[in-house]
């Protein structure tokens, strides 16, 4: 049987707001989009007592045996979904480790979709839901990679169709930790997102929002800052903007013409970072 092929998008918060916690979780509001930016997923069916995850690519070093992938076969051999079924599954990882780019969420949750479209297993999109928790919070997102607006009341509301940004990505040498960040998180915001519409993703409502991660991210890892400040002094962006709990930045374009030219700045001065100019899809 020969490998199926999946894309598996990076997403990106153009805005995120700490709106309370609930048990041990905290509560958030985001408006996400997808870039294209994204990892390739192979797969097929294979005859073995167990199945096969393996990585490669430039961001494959230092995945834990216990990653999303693991964690999703885990749960749907052990509520006997797939049947006894194994699978083969090779990711070629484009998207950088612990970034705040969704990168594992996305992957199990297009592995997931895969099984659901093929019919190798069949649940009820309640199950889906409940699912794609146990493996991580975000992971529910990937399930349609379009413009998404997440409300503080766990809502999700889906815009196809927007215009698309022209995107700078930018990767240092170093990653955060999502659960330390949110463990550092004191103050909470008010809900400006229960209202969701397509103007939300328009640049002047954009510019207007932020990420309320960053303080915290950028007392620690002051480097961080100095990029978003060379950025936004240099390059003309529209914003820049921490995605996730970082370490990643996003520097958002009109034109791909100003996103290529501060590309091209960018490396000229942070040689050792890496960085990608993409768009949304």
């Keep these: ?70 964690k999703l076969l885990n749960i749907l051999e052990a509520n006997k979904i797939l049947k006894d079924k194994k699978f083969q599954i090779k990711i070629n990882k484009r998207i950088p480790n612990k970034a705040g780019l969704g990168g594992g969420s996305m992957n199990a949750a297009n592995i997931l979709k895969f099984f659901l479209k093929k019919k190798i297993i069949k649940i009820t999109k309640k199950r889906v839901e409940k699912i794609s928790r146990l493996i991580g919070s975000d992971v529910i997102l990937g399930f349609n990679s379009t413009n998404t607006i997440l409300t503080s009341k766990d809502k999700i509301k889906q815009f196809p169709n927007c215009r698309k940004i022209h995107t700078l990505i930018i990767k240092p040498n170093f990653g955060c930790s999502t659960k330390e960040v949110y463990s550092k998180v004191k103050k909470f915001n008010k809900p400006k997102l229960n209202q969701p519409n397509k103007k939300m993703f328009n640049f002047d409502f954009l510019e207007k929002m932020n990420n309320s991660l960053e303080p915290i991210v950028f007392r620690k890892y002051y480097k961080l800052r100095n990029i978003k400040l060379f950025l936004e002094n240099f390059s003309k962006p529209a914003f820049v903007r921490m995605t996730g709990s970082g370490s990643a930045l996003v520097a958002y374009f009109i034109s791909k013409e100003r996103c290529d030219n501060a590309k091209s700045q960018f490396n000229k001065t942070y040689k050792n970072y890496w960085c990608i100019a993409s768009k949304t899809i």
Excluded: C
């Design 1 to 70: 049987m020969s490998f199926s092929k999946i894309k598996s998008y990076a997403k990106i918060n153009l805005a995120l707001n700490i709106v309370g916690k609930k048990s041990s979780l905290h509560k958030i509001e985001s408006i996400v989009a997808f870039v294209d930016l994204h990892d390739d997923i192979f797969i097929k069916k294979i005859q073995s007592k167990k199945h096969k995850i393996s990585f490669i690519g430039r961001f494959s070093k230092n995945i834990s045996k216990k990653n999303t992938i693991s």
